[in-house]
């Protein structure tokens, strides 16, 4: 399913095994991969229920980037709200940083969101405290910061939140 969430040529698509082939070169630099993980781990993480929505951010054709929308007792961690999604391992491939890739999949989420799970209307996230350039983000494409904390295993976490 493609979502019709386009801006330009960049796009967000729900991930499907055809894509998997483009995701093994895939790369993150290893200062990066101490917050995310490598899009075809998380696929593949059996810890990751089967009901979460794996997102490509696409450029023409080619996956640049990597987020899932997880439900279920990871989404409640972070928000009493049962209609509530947690973004996890968000990233763009090295290859396509400093493009503008993130922000434009991030102002595509939204409607992205509305298509394809309906009966989302917020979507959360943990940000290290210490990945500033992530955060800075976030606040820039909507996400609110009211505040919250949560000590995760890899330190204190800003809890944002993105409200349809």
Same mark, same amino acid.
Request: aromatic share 10%; charged share 25%; net charge negative.
């Given at each position: 399913?493609?979502? /019709?969430? %386009? /801006?330009?040529?960049?796009?967000?698509?729900?991930? !499907?095994?055809?894509?998997?082939? #483009? #995701?093994?070169?895939?790369?993150?630099?290893?200062?990066?991969?101490? &917050?995310?993980?490598?899009? #075809?781990? !998380?696929?593949?993480?059996?810890? =990751?229920?089967?009901?979460?929505?794996?997102?490509?951010?696409?450029? +023409?054709?080619?996956?640049? +980037?990597?987020?899932?929308?997880?439900?279920?007792? %990871?989404?409640?961690?972070?928000?009493?709200?049962?209609?509530?999604? =947690?973004?996890?391992? &968000?990233?763009?491939?090295?290859?396509?940083?400093?493009? +503008?890739?993130? !922000?434009?999949?991030?102002?595509?989420?939204?409607?992205?969101?509305?298509?394809?799970?309906?009966?989302?209307?917020?979507?959360?996230?943990?940000? /290290? %405290?210490?990945?500033?350039?992530?955060? +800075? #983000?976030?606040? %820039?494409?909507? &996400? =609110?910061?009211?505040?919250?904390?949560?000590?995760?295993? !890899?330190?204190?976490?800003?809890?944002?939140?993105?409200?349809?």
């Amino acid at each position: 399913m493609e979502s /019709n969430a %386009k /801006n330009q040529t960049v796009s967000l698509i729900e991930y !499907k095994d055809t894509y998997e082939h #483009l #995701l093994s070169g895939y790369h993150l630099p290893e200062e990066q991969q101490t &917050f995310t993980s490598l899009p #075809l781990q !998380k696929i593949h993480n059996p810890e =990751v229920s089967e009901t979460s929505t794996h997102v490509l951010i696409m450029e +023409g054709d080619r996956p640049v +980037g990597y987020f899932a929308l997880e439900d279920g007792e %990871k989404a409640r961690r972070y928000s009493d709200n049962p209609k509530a999604r =947690v973004l996890t391992s &968000f990233s763009i491939d090295s290859n396509f940083q400093g493009r +503008g890739m993130a !922000k434009e999949g991030l102002k595509l989420l939204p409607s992205f969101v509305e298509a394809y799970i309906p009966d989302t209307d917020e979507i959360v996230l943990a940000v /290290n %405290k210490r990945n500033m350039a992530a955060i +800075g #983000l976030y606040l %820039k494409t909507g &996400f =609110v910061d009211e505040d919250e904390v949560y000590e995760g295993r !890899k330190g204190p976490q800003h809890v944002l939140h993105l409200y349809m």
